[in-house]
């Protein structure tokens, strides 16, 4: 099995990406936007990059960057951008509002148009016509359970093996993501090594050898299952509810990471323990 690679001028692309999308308006932390990046340069060459849930652009364009430099087919956006997400909600000025034309503009603006292939439209409408094997499936889309749980199941089945699935939010105050992250990723020996960035949940799809990665996987499951039932109600936490998800979040593992350190979790399988940093 071919391991993950890390150019060598990984750091540099990293930086230059950061920089044009710093100021795009979106939600993605610099560590978070570094993570995708990484991820974009080193999953397996062979299959595209989809991306679900774009809004203005942020994470469309750090990927659009990478892919870019490294020579990569362009990123499959896909979002109806109709501020459908319930992250998304407060932004909605009309009934009809849209989030399209300022995408559109900021691609053009980072010179990534090329680089970017355009679905608007919901998840599950494209899911039903694909057919493309997919090296890295980011989903930051609806952050309700059935959508996240839709977003996966359409486009998980297609994702090489070696190659990289992440949820954004996942350390956030909404059902969805973690809910899935943790029953149908955390729980699966069709995964091997696993981990959190802020709020990103990843893993990599290991459907021969992912039972290797049993224990580590577990240990992430037993903590970040906690988190569930504090968010199944989907509404703003507060008072003693807030601080009990705070304090269960602080004990899980989810710093940056480096990507040669990233690309030796990924080939190692020792078993997880509270100290070890994913």
């Known amino acids: 099995m071919a391991m993950i690679e890390v150019p060598p001028d990984l750091n540099s692309v990293l930086d230059a990406a950061w920089e044009a999308v710093r100021e795009i308006p979106g939600f993605l932390l610099e560590q978070e936007a570094r993570f995708l990046g990484m991820a974009a340069a080193c999953a397996p ?14 994470s469309a364009v750090m990927l659009a960057k990478v892919a870019a430099h490294y020579g990569l087919d362009p990123i499959v956006a896909i979002d109806p951008h109709n501020f459908n997400s319930s992250e998304l909600k407060a932004h909605r000025v009309a009934p009809d509002a ?13 010179g990534v148009s090329d680089m970017v292939e355009v679905h608007r439209a919901y998840s599950n ?9 997919i090296r890295f499936l980011w989903i930051d889309g609806d952050h309700s359970y059935q959508g996240a749980k839709a977003d996966f199941d359409g486009f998980s089945h297609h994702i090489v093996p070696e190659g990289i699935v992440a949820f954004h939010d996942a350390l956030h105050e909404f059902p969805g993501p973690i809910r899935v992250f943790v029953e149908d990723v ?5 995964f091997g090594a ?8 990843w893993a990599q799809f290991r459907p021969r050898d992912g ?45 940056q990471i480096e990507p040669r350190e990233w690309a030796a979790i990924l080939k190692s399988v020792q078993a997880a323990s509270p100290g070890i940093r994913f």
């Not at 970040?224 to 998800?245: Q, T």
């Open 45 to 58: 060459r062979a299959g595209s990059i989809v991306e679900i849930g774009s809004f203005k652009g942020k």
């Open 98 to 110: 849209s989030s399209y034309e300022e995408f559109l503009n900021t691609l053009r603006v980072a």
């Open 211 to 255: 039972a290797s990665f049993h224990e580590r996987r577990a240990f992430l499951a037993r903590v970040a299952k906690r988190l569930i039932p504090l968010v199944e109600e989907d509404r703003p936490l507060h008072g003693l509810k807030k601080a009990h998800y705070k304090l269960n979040r602080a004990r899980i593992p989810r710093s």
């Open 186 to 190: 955390l729980r699966s020996d069709a």
């Open 194 to 201: 696993a981990g959190f960035v802020h709020s990103i949940g």
């Open 125 to 133: 409408d494209i899911a039903s016509d694909w057919s493309r094997p």
